[in-house]
């Protein structure tokens, strides 16, 4: 079975390239949408954050924008909070690539935001690189809700330049030149690796 990694700077697309891989039938493990289930009231993540970090809990839940603003501001509470769920995250992913490889799969892809930055290429066969332009990067992330300059910067300051990424990618996938030219890198991707 063949692990491609996915992954690419905030804003870039790697979403809308993670829903093509989907849609032709290439099994997805997504790390944000695991972070999310860990870090839900049921979940694994949840005790340990809410010790953690017991001002973030409101209304039983982990206010992820305060989290966010706390971690991103003192890389001492990343670090913590990193100590707390990569190491779920990853079981996650583990539990996904037995499940697939029982299913017989050919091909699967793991999504993760920061592959190159906590060296999870090394988990993979091949890596694929969503970009963009930095003017639609910029644009698409300032249009979130609750960001601004200062948040982009400072999320863009932890991760790996979109330049170097592409050096060491093996696809790159461009998302800023409409979908239609992104679906086609990324059935081009699958037919190379399947």
Do not use: N, W
């Amino acid at each position: 079975m063949k692990i491609l990694g996915l992954t690419g700077s905030i804003g870039m697309g790697k979403s809308t390239a993670a829903a093509m891989f989907r849609h032709l039938g290439v099994p997805v493990h997504d790390a944000d949408a695991a972070t999310h289930e860990l870090m839900a009231p049921d979940g694994l993540a949840f005790d340990p954050i809410a010790k953690a970090f017991p001002d973030v809990i409101h209304d039983g839940r982990i206010d992820r924008q305060a989290l966010g603003k706390i971690a991103f501001a003192d890389p001492a509470v990343l670090k913590k909070l990193e100590t707390i769920l990569h190491p779920l995250v990853r079981a996650a992913e583990i539990r996904f690539l037995a499940k697939q490889q029982r299913l017989g799969r050919k091909m699967v892809v793991l999504d993760i935001p920061l592959l190159y930055e906590t060296a999870g290429e090394k988990r993979c066969d091949r890596v694929s690189v969503v970009s963009a332009p930095g003017f639609i990067q910029r644009q698409r992330v300032l249009s979130r809700e609750g960001m601004t300059d200062a948040k982009f910067s400072a999320i863009l300051s932890k991760q790996m330049s979109d330049i170097e990424k592409r050096k060491r990618a093996d696809f790159i996938i461009p998302t800023g030149l409409g979908r239609a030219v992104t679906f086609q890198y990324v059935q081009g991707i699958i037919d190379q690796l399947s």
